[in-house]
């Protein structure tokens, strides 16, 4: 069995940091597609970033670019997103997924949540004003 754990939530004040993980539990996704996902209360779940399964390929919704970034250490088998400058409108539960079919494209679009297998369980973020 598959299982993502997110880690790495908090509060945090406008302006601020935090740095999200994700670890698997009963299988290793050094050659998946990862992706974070976030959903506010009554907002449907929206992609927010994806990386390649070799890294060399990370793409962002606009919102967060500049200051989010994904990346990944195959050696710890984690994948991370840094935010920084985060804003109250950041505020959501941060779900890691993972894919091993669905492939981050050259140009930047929104992945769909459907396209991802794995997910975790989610990391609240809560960033106030």
């Known amino acids: 069995q598959v299982q993502l754990i997110e880690s790495g939530g908090g509060l945090v004040q406008a302006g601020g940091s935090l740095r999200l993980s994700c670890a698997p539990s009963?299988?290793?996704?050094?050659?998946?597609?990862m992706a974070w996902f976030r959903q506010a209360p009554g907002q449907e779940r929206e992609f927010v970033a994806a990386?390649?399964?070799?890294?060399?390929?990370?793409i962002y919704t606009d919102s967060v670019k500049g200051r989010f970034t994904i990346s990944k250490d195959n050696a710890k088998n984690t994948v991370y997103m840094q935010m920084d400058s985060l804003k109250h409108e950041d505020t959501a539960v941060y779900y890691c997924?993972?894919?091993?079919?669905?492939?981050?494209?050259?140009?930047?679009?929104?992945?769909?949540?459907?396209?991802?297998?794995?997910w975790g369980q989610g990391t609240q973020v809560t960033v106030s004003s």
């Open positions: 009963g299988r290793a996704f050094r050659t998946y597609t």
């Open positions: 997924a993972g894919d091993p079919d669905s492939d981050v494209p050259r140009a930047s679009r929104h992945f769909r949540p459907d396209e991802f297998e794995y």
């Open positions: 990386i390649s399964y070799n890294g060399e390929r990370k």
